[in-house]
């Protein structure tokens, strides 16, 4: 038996229909990565707590946005 899972969008937490046009997204410290829907369901990531779902390519381009503008200058010594 398997149990639905709602997704939410995690910038403007609509949630997820059938037919949007969603993507996934990942970010570490240092490192965002985006992958279709389909790709992620395939990665088996969906469901991972680290996973940001994202409603569409405006709201992917608003995670990347708060993804740039947050990177402390760190400069990295001696390369
Ligand atoms: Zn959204």
Redesign the pocket.
């Known amino acids: 038996m398997s149990v639905a899972v709602i997704y939410h969008?995690t910038?403007?937490n609509?949630s997820k229909k059938a037919t949007n046009h969603w993507f996934a997204a990942l970010q570490t410290e240092n490192v965002l990565s985006f992958y279709k829907w389909e790709d992620a369901r395939t990665l088996g990531i969906l469901q991972d707590d680290a996973t940001l779902h994202?409603?569409?390519e405006k709201?992917a381009q608003e995670l990347l946005g708060r993804f740039l503008h947050s990177q402390p200058n760190k400069e990295t010594p001696n390369v």
């Open positions: 969008c910038i403007c609509e994202l409603c569409g709201h």
